[in-house]
């Protein structure tokens, strides 16, 4: 799968949003952010979506927009943390050209988080660490590159930049 597009992955809070955009206007892409095509073909935020469907339908959605999106040429696309939960996303990933994990540390990430309801998956730090820890062999494992995350978006922006 050729087609020039950039994925960010990693765990809530890292920055994919900010740094793909940043990283999208800098190469002349297109900034894709997968949650919020989930968001506007439900009619529905995403913790509505999980409150109504449950997390297994958010899931579903999610796969089938990240195997579209992929299909697209000259995006940065930024997945959702869970995008690692799901088997068909990691072969959709490993299959794809320039996928970057952003890490940092699991504290750094949770402090970083908005506690206003807009992450079903947030509850207490001990939750988020377990949930860090599970998925970032995963992250590893369907990337090319890792990227330290806690910097400066720019100086992200311009490690990945320097790493295409
Ligand atoms: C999730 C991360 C969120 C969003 C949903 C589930 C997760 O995306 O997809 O709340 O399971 O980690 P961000 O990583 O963009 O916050």
Do not use: W
């Not at 892409?29 to 958010?58: L, M, N, Q, V």
């Amino acid at each position: 799968m050729t087609r020039n597009n950039i994925v960010l992955i990693g765990m809530m809070g890292s920055g994919k949003s900010t740094i793909g955009k940043l990283l999208a206007s800098g190469l002349g892409f297109e900034f894709i952010d997968t949650d919020s095509i989930i968001e506007e073909r439900e009619g529905k935020i995403i913790p509505e979506i999980f409150a109504r469907s449950g997390e297994e339908y958010f899931r579903q959605v999610e796969t089938s927009v990240l195997k579209e999106v992929l299909e697209k040429e000259k995006c940065v696309i930024s997945c959702g943390g869970g995008v690692v939960e799901t088997l068909k996303n990691i072969d959709f990933l490993q299959s794809a050209e320039k996928v970057f994990y952003l890490d940092a540390d699991s504290r750094v990430l949770y402090d970083r988080i908005p506690i206003d309801g807009s992450r079903p998956k947030v509850s207490t730090y001990k939750n988020f660490e377990k949930l860090y820890e599970a998925r970032r062999p995963k992250y590893l494992g369907c990337s090319k590159y890792t990227i330290h995350a806690d910097r400066n978006p720019i100086e992200v922006v311009q490690e990945i930049m320097r790493q295409l």
